[in-house]
């Protein structure tokens, strides 16, 4: 597997959703989650048909591009993914995550996004077991699982999501491989380091990172938090 820009397992990564930023500062912003140790930017694009809300498209991704070096961590909630993976390569994407419910061919849009040379990533909503994920697995830089309902932030973090994860960290271990492990969703101080104990890789944090008056600080309370350093 081509791990080129995504760090191993064991190394705690924060992706920031810039969903929750103020669309009026971005570059300040970027650049302060950076300072504060984020490693990625999530961007999260919404259709409104897959999720009932609408983000952003294209046109964000690349504008950001080009004033960023964070890890570009694009999180498709849209119907049919396989009509845009090129696009979102194209605007900047580093890595593309969709949700397994929003095709019928999910092995087939994990091969799509390899061979555009992007990392590649599959969701589960919380009501979709992650067992019909276990086939695609060789496929897979990452997993995301999702500790809401997708489709808008500031909810309430589902613990119960978490068993999903030590499900993926054994089977990571059955099948040899090495993909990470996303969770997104209601993620704070609160529960950052339960989500790690539990085996997620990389937190994605909207409301507690993005939404805060102080995005630096945010990120890096968070990561603290998330290492069990406070
Ligand atoms: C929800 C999105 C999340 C969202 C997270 O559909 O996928 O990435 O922005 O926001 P918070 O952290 O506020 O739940
Ligand atoms: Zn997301």
């Not at 960290?169 to 209601?186: H, M, N, P, T, Y």
């Not at 008056?213 to 069990?228: H, I, K, M, R, V």
Request: contains cysteine; glycine residues 10%.
């Amino acid at each position: 597997m081509n791990t080129q820009n995504v760090q191993k397992p064991g190394q705690i990564i924060l992706a920031p959703s810039l969903l929750a930023a103020n669309f009026a500062k971005l570059g300040e912003q970027l650049a302060a989650i950076r300072r504060g140790g984020a490693a990625y930017l999530h961007l999260d694009v919404m259709d409104g048909l897959f999720v009932p809300n609408i983000s952003f498209g294209t046109p964000v991704v690349k504008s950001l591009r080009g004033c960023s070096d964070l890890f570009f961590d694009v999180h498709l909630m849209i119907d049919r993914p396989e009509r845009y993976i090129s696009d979102y390569v194209s605007a900047g994407a580093e890595l593309i995550t969709f949700h397994y419910e929003a095709t019928e061919d999910p092995r087939g849009v994990l091969e799509q996004i390899r061979a555009a040379g992007v990392k590649a990533s599959v969701s589960v909503k919380p009501n979709t077991p992650v067992e019909v994920l276990y086939d695609l697995l060789p496929l897979c830089d990452m997993v995301l699982i999702m500790t809401v309902e997708p489709g808008f932030g500031g909810q309430k973090f589902r613990p119960e999501q978490l068993e999903k994860v030590r499900k993926l960290v054994k089977q990571r271990e059955a099948q040899g491989l090495s993909f990470l492990i996303q969770a997104d969703g209601g993620i704070g101080e609160s529960n950052a380091r339960a989500c790690v104990e539990a085996g997620v890789d990389v937190l994605v944090a909207g409301s507690s990172v993005l939404g805060k008056d102080d995005p630096c600080a945010a990120s890096a309370a968070l990561l603290a938090a998330a290492e069990g350093r406070n």
